[in-house]
């Protein structure tokens, strides 16, 4: 059982949405600048959305932990 990519897009930009802005909030913590936090942020935003992209489709490629479903198999 394999995902489309279009799954794996979805995923990728709702979980760097998330990612990000706990990067911003960090960020202006430490920095205690909002225009460096956002910068900081945006940079973020993009490389770790390619790398978790490749990631994600690395992963649907392995079958370590899927189960495949057989004929016996009790559907609702």
């Keep these: 059982m394999k995902e489309k990519a279009y799954r794996s897009i979805i ?3 709702s979980w760097r949405t998330i990612g ?3 990067t911003v909030v960090i960020s ?4 205690g600048n909002f225009k460096m936090a956002a ?3 945006s940079i973020e935003l993009f490389s770790k959305m390619i790398l ?3 990631h994600e489709r690395g992963w649907n ?3 370590l932990g899927r189960h ?3 004929k016996n198999d009790y559907v609702i």
């Design 11 to 13: 995923k990728t930009i």
């Design 20 to 22: 990000t802005l706990d």
């Design 28 to 31: 202006y913590l430490i920095t």
């Design 39 to 41: 910068s900081i942020g």
């Design 52 to 54: 978790y992209y490749f």
């Design 61 to 63: 490629k392995i079958s």
């Design 68 to 70: 495949k479903p057989s």
